[in-house]
T-cell receptor, first 118, second 112 residues
Framework: AQTVTQSQPEMSVQEAETVTLSCTYD???????LFWYKQPPSRQMILVIR??????QNATENRFSVNFQKAAKSFSLKISDSQLGDTAMYFC???????????????FGTGTRLKVLA | KAGVTQTPRYLIKTRGQQVTLSCSPI?????VSWYQQTPGQGLQFLFE???????NKGNFPGRFSGRQFSNSRSEMNVSTLELGDSALYLC???????????FGPGTRLTVL
């Protein structure tokens, strides 16, 4: 069964610094998608970045980038030049591709609460 | 475009009661997924509907059920509520399986 593990329940970083959030996953599949979602306090969850497993190049979205290590099943999120607005709960998620039975799984980690300090 | 909306935003029920939560997806989105979010467990996938059919189901008891209407709006029902059902229930819609999921604000259910 697929699992997603976020081993850092809470983290803090100084404004303008860089922080890396860890995520590991377990799967026997070769094709899948990985996501990082952000859930600010009392606000809706939004997608930060996505990575297709078949792509070797790490995804980047402005100050957000990932370090995707397929062999190690690791998918960390790096936030550069941290801003106060980055304070949120961050969830790592795994989605496999459609199976022959027509089903797929969307699995989230337990989240990392990030606080950016002024 | 209007985002995903969920009603009600807050609910307080007592054990044994049942509850129905509603989700209106973004216009044009046919896939609607439901999640249960609790502090200790994170997000747990409940089920996903596409074109009025339940396409995927998580590991939740039969007390949790759902449906989707022809306009893609979805409802989730929980019967015989238990204290452990207290959680934030999130709905997410997407164009299709490989597309980004857009989340609603959630319905916070408290079971007393």
């Amino acid at each position: 069964a697929q699992t997603v593990t976020q081993s850092q329940p809470e983290m803090s970083v100084q404004e303008a610094e860089t922080v890396t959030l860890s995520c590991t996953y377990d799967t026997s599949e070769n094709n899948y998608y990985l996501f990082w979602y952000k859930q600010p306090p009392s606000r809706q969850m939004i997608l930060v970045i996505r990575q297709e497993a078949y792509k070797q190049q790490n995804a980047t979205e402005n100050r957000f980038s990932v370090n995707f290590q397929k062999a190690a099943k690791s998918f960390s999120l790096k936030i550069s030049d941290s801003q106060l607005g980055d304070t949120a709960m961050y969830f790592c998620a795994f989605m496999n591709t459609l199976t022959t039975s027509g089903t797929y799984k969307y699995i989230f980690g337990t989240g990392t609460r990030l606080k950016v300090l002024a | 475009k209007a985002g995903v909306t969920q009603t009600p935003r807050y609910l307080i029920k007592t054990r044994g009661q049942q509850v129905t939560l509603s989700c209106s997806p973004i216009s044009g989105h046919r896939s609607v997924s439901w999640y249960q979010q609790t502090p200790g467990q994170g997000l747990q996938f409940l089920f996903e509907y596409f074109s009025e059919t339940q396409r995927n189901k998580g590991n939740f008891p039969g007390r949790f059920s759902g449906r989707q209407f022809s306009n893609s709006r979805s409802e989730m029902n929980v019967s015989t509520l238990e204290l452990g059902d207290s959680a934030l229930y999130l709905c997410a819609s997407s164009l299709g399986q490989y597309n980004e999921q857009f989340f609603g604000p959630g319905t916070r259910l408290t079971v007393l």
